[in-house]
């Protein structure tokens, strides 16, 4: 199905594929950029560097929008019903604060993990990351993601599908690991951090 896509539409699949999944809709973005990429090296009916190139793309474009929406509706929607589910202002605040001095390594990494890479760019426009620095971290992780592995499918082909089951399993439990002992460090150390998120966003969380 989707190498019926690329032999249709060819680049423009790639971009609004990867697109649509960096603003948060769960979409086969890394295995449209691999099966284009294999499909490069096969048939050369496309090229590698454009596949790259389009992949990237989409990748910047749709984190853009991800951000965005983030921002302009996730946030408010967090602060109006965050209480309901025990998120209320002062754990927003410690996620601001977390996203502050850690969000660029969760952008730039989060492209290398399929979970991550739908939910990072709502979750830096939700905690208020600087866009500048979203911008940043999301165009380099996108370049190098797009790179990294539009190559590596376009030299080893249909072996890198076998390859890549195992390194999607590996980052997954690695992330998952991250996340659990980012929580019970957080949870442990709450109430330190809700003292310094508070002295770094002082008041009543702002309403955009």
Do not use: C
């Amino acid at each position: 199905m989707i190498a019926d896509l690329i032999a249709t539409h060819g680049y423009w699949i790639v971009a609004a594929i990867v697109a649509l999944e960096s603003i948060g809709i769960p979409a086969p973005g890394e295995t449209v950029l691999v099966t284009a990429a294999i499909f490069a090296g096969t048939t050369h009916r496309l090229s590698i560097g454009i596949v790259i190139a389009a992949a990237a793309t989409g990748a910047i474009v749709g984190d853009n929008i991800g951000y965005a929406l983030g921002r302009r509706f996730g946030y408010r929607l967090l602060v109006r019903y965050g209480p309901a589910v025990r998120v209320e202002a002062g754990r927003i605040k410690i996620g601001r604060l977390l996203f502050a001095r850690h969000g660029g390594a969760v952008v730039f990494f989060g492209r290398f993990v399929a979970v991550l890479r739908t939910l990072a760019a709502l979750l830096a426009g939700i905690n208020g990351m600087d866009w500048r620095r979203f911008l940043f971290f999301n165009a380099t992780g996108g370049i190098v993601w797009a790179a990294s592995f539009g190559a590596a499918a376009y030299i080893l082909g249909e072996r890198l599908e076998r390859m890549r089951s195992s390194f999607a399993i590996a980052t997954l439990a690695i992330a998952a690991a991250l996340v659990i002992a980012g929580t019970w460090w957080a949870r442990r150390h709450e109430a330190q951090l809700r003292a310094e998120a508070e002295r770094t966003f002082p008041g009543p969380l702002p309403v955009r």
